[in-house]
């Protein structure tokens, strides 16, 4: 099978089901943007961070492809697809929790960089949190599962703890945010 079909020379492309759509469509807006944000989980998960933490970004890649499948496909579909879970949330929100019991409480909001990992991370973040704006657009169009915006929303807020962490693992300097009045 070749890599390159031909088939959207015209911009358009196929969703899970057939039906072809503008390359800018919001379902392809939201989809690209989770595909965007794997790539950035696979490049922290590049670092040189504990195995609990890779261990869990490899998690959360697979269920990062469980979402674009489920956004790119038609609605209705009759093609079977991996489903998200209530686990999958609770995955998140139990790693968080734990990371939490070892981080300072917050004060105020947080300069992101400190190291490249942790910068990475809040890039991250960020693409996650566009994923989840282009998903909920796409939902006041179209049927989208509530738990693909649940586990964006919770994903965003993972990746922002997983910076404090990675912050305090490798010993670099969590600059707060003063504005100046």
């Known amino acids: 099978m070749k ?45 040189e961070i504990k195995e609990e933490y890779y261990n869990q970004l490899i998690e ?34 139990e790693a968080m929790d734990k990371m939490d019991e070892e981080l300072e409480p ?10 490249t990992t942790v910068s990475h991370t809040h890039i991250a973040r960020c693409v996650c949190r566009r994923a989840e704006r282009n998903t909920i657009a796409l939902a006041e169009e179209a049927e989208v599962s509530p738990l693909v915006i649940q586990y964006l929303n919770r994903l965003s807020d993972y990746l922002f703890v997983l910076s404090r962490k990675l912050t305090k693992d490798l010993n670099a300097k969590e600059i707060p945010w003063k504005p100046r009045m």
């Open 3 to 47: 890599v390159y079909t031909k088939t959207g020379d015209k911009g358009e492309t196929s969703l899970i089901g057939g039906v072809r759509v503008k390359k800018y469509d919001l379902r392809i807006e939201a989809y690209g943007t989770v595909d965007e944000l794997n790539s950035f989980v696979g490049i922290i998960r590049d670092q």
């Open 60 to 93: 959360i890649q697979d269920r990062l492809f469980t979402i674009g499948s489920i956004l790119a496909s038609v609605p209705n579909s009759k093609m079977k697809l991996p489903e998200l879970e209530e686990k999958d949330i609770t995955f998140l929100e």
């Open 106 to 115: 917050m004060r105020s909001f947080i300069l992101p960089g400190g190291h």
